[in-house]
């Protein structure tokens, strides 16, 4: 069975820019988790999706988007790049968001450096 | 609203226990998860307990006290791989809470 699938591995963008990362949950899970992880940092929540809707959201502004589709895949967008950007963008899925099993699975990551 | 304590970092070492401490807070409680994740990786899951005691997964268990709210991590018989960072996170009810990972636990082993 495929993971949690995370496009594109590494990505270099400059100030001001745009970027658009994907993720692929396990067949079968309905909740997609995006996460930022700053170097040497802890994982900071950034968005939840399940079935096609946001559903929480951390304390990010708003030039981070995302959304997510109707086969559970998702995408997270970031506007206006800025230097503190850059970091590893981890995405987990879950089978429910509402009945926890006790387990998140993670992709790669996608790992974004801003110059 | 919700709050997590780890250590920050911890080293042990190789063939010795380390216990990681957690306490938490969260509006209801489902349980708590510990993932590890090495440099560089993807966190993995380790162990979820919903009721309080000890749950053990080899060399690793995990306690709760949900009266406290308060777990730990024990590793035993430490091995080198076991360097690594250890994230406690907490599960709170009632709908669509985040799910809250922090900064974690940096362990590191040494011969």
């Known amino acids: 069975e495929a993971g949690v699938t995370q496009s594109p591995t590494h990505l270099i963008k400059t100030r001001g820019q745009q970027v658009t990362l994907r993720c692929s949950p396990i067949s079968g899970h309905t909740s997609v988790y995006w996460y930022q992880q700053a170097l040497g940092l802890g994982l900071q929540f950034l968005l939840w999706y399940d079935e096609g809707e946001e559903r929480n959201r951390g304390n990010f502004p708003p030039r981070f988007s995302g959304r997510q589709f109707p086969n559970y895949s998702s995408e997270l967008n970031v506007n206006a790049l800025e230097l503190e950007d850059s970091a590893l963008y981890l995405c987990a899925s879950s089978l429910d968001g509402t009945r926890y099993t006790g387990e998140l699975f993670f992709g790669e990551g996608s790992r974004l450096t801003v110059l | 609203g919700q709050s997590l304590e780890q250590p920050s970092e911890v080293t042990a070492v190789e063939g010795a226990i380390v216990q990681i401490n957690c306490t938490y807070q969260?509006?209801?409680?489902?349980?708590l998860s510990w993932y590890q994740q090495h440099d560089g990786g993807a966190p993995t899951f380790l162990s979820y307990n919903a009721l309080d005691g000890l749950e053990e997964t080899g060399r690793f268990s995990s306690f709760l006290s949900r009266s406290d709210s308060y777990g730990y991590l024990l590793l035993q018989e430490l091995q080198m791989k076991d360097s690594a960072s250890y994230f406690c996170v907490p599960r709170g009810s009632g709908g669509y809470q985040k799910v809250t990972f922090g900064t974690g636990t940096k362990l590191q082993v040494i011969p």
């Open positions: 969260t509006s209801g409680f489902y349980g």
